[in-house]
């Protein structure tokens, strides 16, 4: 996995380049020729923050005693970075609102040599409340995505792996703001007047064979 970024517009690029050779080949010998070789193969994900930094989204529960096991979803906050506008590292991308998580997701081969990404997520079984070994299973988390046909909007699968896209094309580029919310399908030990956090981390991979 590299973070290293490339030009999105890739294909314009080389057209434009082949132009400029094009022209010298009909200039007198003098003229000078540009030989371009292929960029090598990338890859690039972004998962909230950039800078290495984890993005945590929370859900407060407190106050929410009247409608909890309801089915009623409770939204994550997220800090402001998660969904920051990045003209280094996602400049195709604006910023999210606030409290939503900004993904990315880029691969490149070379023309001649078409490759296929997949993206994928992957999260435990559950949720620990550390203080007491309670769980909440993952799949009471979900996300909605402003960007439905580049990464669909779904949950996550508790010990199990969700594969979100599995066709991105060389020189192709997708994103999305994701919502995170607690579904809020079951009442769990500690979430009426208890105290402490559940905790757990989820895993996205890019993977170009």
Known sequence: MSSRTFPLPLRRVLERAAVFAV?????????????????????????GATGGTTSIVS???????????????????????????????????????????????????TVGAPRVATLQVSAPADLIHAASGNTIPFGEIGWVSSEPADIPSGTFSAGGVVVLRNN??????????????????????????????????????????
């Open 59 to 109: 859900f407060v529960l407190t106050g929410q005693e009247g409608i909890l096991g309801t089915g009623t979803p409770i939204p994550g906050t997220v800090a402001a970075s998660a969904g920051a506008f990045s003209a280094a590292q996602t400049p195709n991308f604006p910023a999210c609102p606030a409290n939503q998580v900004r993904i990315v997701a880029r691969a490149r081969s």
């Open 23 to 47: 022209a010298g080949a009909v200039l007198p010998a003098a003229a000078l020729q540009f030989p371009i070789a292929n960029g090598a193969a990338q890859i690039y994900l972004r998962i």
């Open 168 to 209: 991105i094309n060389t020189s192709q580029e997708i994103g999305t703001c994701n919502q995170f919310n607690f579904l809020n399908v079951g009442v769990y030990p500690g979430s009426v007047g208890g105290t402490g956090y559940y905790q757990g981390s989820v895993t996205y991979n890019l993977v170009m064979p």
